[in-house]
């Protein structure tokens, strides 16, 4: 079956615009998560849902952050006024459960000019 | 100090050697410990999985666990160049909020060389 989709998979924005990032995730998967990878580095938690209820948020780095999945299903994160630090793949993941294997999806490249 | 260290290489060894990957954590609290194997451009793919202390083995594949050491490994036995990708070692906790979150270590870029 089809795997964790993410869109776009490449974004290219200027410093202070906001930016939406989309995962759909595998049909029937009850959590979902977001990470942040740099270049080089593995990817750091930002936030999970199981159904449409935000569980931790503790990753996001500052209220510029948000995400949400109204319907328990599709999610998106969204930066405003995007910074250049900002820049870095986005990677989506969902599970069955929240203690289930987290499948991870190919991820969005935000680069911030 | 980062919650997980990982040792990022890079690691280069020939076709059929056997290959040591480790991390070390800090956080007592970690419970569940995975291995995930990540091509280049690709999203990361569980490789194994252990709970608590202990050894897990699966075909080519060791993991281990030392909770009192606070140390990890991965052994890969007859490597093949197809292993060459990047090994990110990921950790979580038992309960709480924090349940679902994976901390993962920096990674280390393997290359197997024929």
């Known amino acids: 079956g089809a795997g964790v989709s993410q869109s776009p998979r490449y974004k290219v924005t200027k410093r202070g615009q906001d930016v939406a990032l989309r995962c759909d995730p595998i049909?029937?998967?009850?959590?979902l998560y977001w990470y942040r990878q740099a270049l080089g580095q593995g990817p750091e938690f930002l936030t999970y849902f199981n159904y449409e209820a935000q569980q931790d948020k503790s990753g996001l780095p500052n209220d510029r952050f948000s995400a949400e999945r109204p319907e328990g299903s599709i999610s998106t994160l969204t930066i405003q006024r995007t910074e250049q630090r900002d820049s870095a793949m986005y990677r989506c993941?969902?599970?069955?459960?929240?203690?289930?294997?987290?499948?991870f999806g190919p991820g969005t490249r935000l680069t911030v000019t | 100090q980062k919650e997980v260290e990982q040792d990022p290489g890079p690691l280069s060894v020939p076709e059929g050697a056997i290959v040591s990957l480790n991390c070390t954590y800090s956080?007592?609290?970690?419970?569940?410990f995975m291995w995930y194997r990540q091509y280049s451009r690709k999203g990361p793919e569980l490789l194994m999985y252990t709970y608590s202390s202990g050894n897990k083995e699966d075909g080519r594949f060791t993991a281990q666990v030392d909770k009192s050491s606070k140390y990890i490994s991965l052994f890969i036995r007859d490597s093949q160049p197809s292993d060459s990708a990047t090994y990110l070692c990921a950790m979580r906790v038992t309960g709480g909020t924090s349940y679902g979150k994976l901390t993962f270590g920096q990674g280390t870029i393997l290359t197997v060389h024929p």
């Open positions: 993941a969902s599970s069955l459960g929240r203690g289930s294997e987290q499948y």
């Open positions: 049909s029937g998967h009850v959590s």
């Open positions: 956080n007592s609290a970690f419970q569940y």
